[in-house]
């Protein structure tokens, strides 16, 4: 039960936290909701579908196909999360006051946060809900096993759906003078963690090479530990890094990086006008 209970905290944590997130920008834009309801569905039903097709999808293109395709689904959602910090950073150095759809954001602008949210976080819950439906198909025909299996996933998920919960509120009640730049800060290291999982999944396959690893931080926090679960789904914690990933992540994140360094450069050179 417990290997359960990890399994689906780890998968529901990782979606959990992006549909949060996602939902506090939201109620701070002052946008609709209705996104997420079209997301849920998509991602639902995709992660089913890639259930359903796992062993030809890990047949296909000479056995590589299973970890080409998710290596594909993570970076649609790295790039959607870059094009977002992108949109909103100008936002992030506006007054709080000033932090209004009606006001910063173009009606154009509208319907582009709603195409990046529904990628964003529908692509992230086919890939997690997908590796859910695999765990649990393999206690088709045991039982007792499903049973066990079962509660351990509602305890899982329980608990996932639970921490969201509380990051969302927390995010929601952030003052507005805040919410903005810590936002920004953590989808930028989430998208660093997931090109993490981009090179691993290409090193997987023999595209990239596997060297050793930078560093070895299992014995400070075991990745598989709930503590390194929820370090997995909030920055991609990876207790063996190698080189490869460490530049996927720099490459990531240094984007967001620069374009805020100019949009503080450029304020503080408005104030001194």
Same mark, same amino acid.
């Given at each position: 039960?417990?290997? #359960?209970?990890?399994?689906?905290?780890?998968?529901?944590?990782?979606?959990?936290?992006?549909? =949060?997130?996602?939902?506090?920008?939201?109620?701070?834009?002052?946008?609709?909701?209705?996104?997420? $309801?079209?997301?849920?569905?998509?991602?639902?039903? @995709?992660?089913?579908?890639?259930?359903? /097709?796992?062993? @030809?999808?890990?047949?296909? *293109?000479?056995?590589?196909?299973?970890?080409?395709?998710?290596?594909?689904?993570?970076?649609?959602? *790295?790039?959607?999360?870059?094009?977002?910090?992108?949109?909103? %950073?100008?936002?992030?150095?506006?007054?709080?006051?000033?932090?209004?759809?009606?006001?910063?954001?173009?009606?154009?602008?509208?319907? %582009?946060?709603?195409?990046?949210? +529904?990628?964003?976080?529908?692509?992230?819950?086919?890939?997690?809900?997908?590796? +859910?439906?695999? /765990?649990?198909?393999?206690?088709?025909?045991?039982?007792?096993?499903? =049973?066990?299996?079962?509660? @351990? #996933? #509602?305890?899982?998920?329980?608990?996932?759906?639970?921490?969201?919960?509380? *990051?969302?509120?927390?995010?929601? $009640?952030?003052?507005?003078? /805040?919410?903005?730049? *810590?936002?920004?800060?953590? +989808? !930028?290291? &989430?998208?660093?963690?997931?090109?993490?999982?981009?090179?691993?999944?290409?090193?997987?396959?023999?595209? %990239?090479?596997?060297?050793?690893?930078?560093?070895?931080?299992? $014995?400070?926090?075991?990745?598989? =530990?709930?503590?390194?679960? %929820?370090?997995?789904?909030?920055?991609?914690?990876? =207790?063996?890094? !190698?080189?490869?990933?460490?530049?996927? /992540?720099? &490459? !990531?994140? !240094?984007?967001?990086?620069?374009?805020?360094?100019?949009? #503080?450069?450029?304020?503080?050179?408005?104030?001194?006008?």
């Amino acid at each position: 039960m417990l290997d #359960a209970v990890l399994l689906i905290l780890r998968e529901v944590l990782e979606a959990a936290l992006i549909l =949060s997130l996602l939902l506090a920008l939201s109620n701070k834009l002052q946008l609709s909701y209705r996104w997420s $309801f079209f997301a849920l569905l998509v991602g639902v039903a @995709g992660s089913w579908l890639l259930a359903h /097709y796992a062993y @030809g999808i890990a047949d296909a *293109i000479d056995g590589a196909g299973q970890e080409l395709l998710n290596a594909a689904l993570y970076c649609a959602v *790295i790039i959607s999360v870059i094009l977002l910090g992108m949109l909103i %950073l100008p936002l992030a150095f506006a007054p709080a006051k000033n932090i209004s759809p009606s006001r910063n954001v173009a009606p154009n602008q509208h319907r %582009l946060l709603y195409l990046l949210f +529904i990628i964003i976080f529908s692509f992230s819950l086919m890939r997690e809900g997908a590796e +859910i439906w695999i /765990y649990l198909s393999a206690f088709d025909h045991k039982a007792e096993a499903m =049973s066990s299996a079962l509660i @351990g #996933a #509602a305890v899982g998920a329980g608990i996932g759906m639970s921490l969201g919960a509380i *990051i969302y509120y927390v995010f929601a $009640f952030l003052s507005r003078n /805040y919410f903005l730049p *810590i936002f920004i800060t953590v +989808i !930028t290291l &989430l998208a660093g963690g997931l090109s993490m999982q981009v090179a691993k999944q290409l090193m997987q396959i023999g595209l %990239l090479d596997s060297d050793a690893p930078l560093w070895d931080s299992s $014995f400070l926090v075991n990745e598989h =530990s709930w503590l390194g679960e %929820l370090l997995y789904a909030l920055v991609g914690y990876d =207790s063996r890094p !190698t080189p490869i990933q460490g530049i996927f /992540y720099l &490459l !990531t994140i !240094t984007p967001i990086l620069f374009a805020s360094i100019w949009h #503080a450069w450029r304020l503080r050179g408005n104030a001194h006008e």
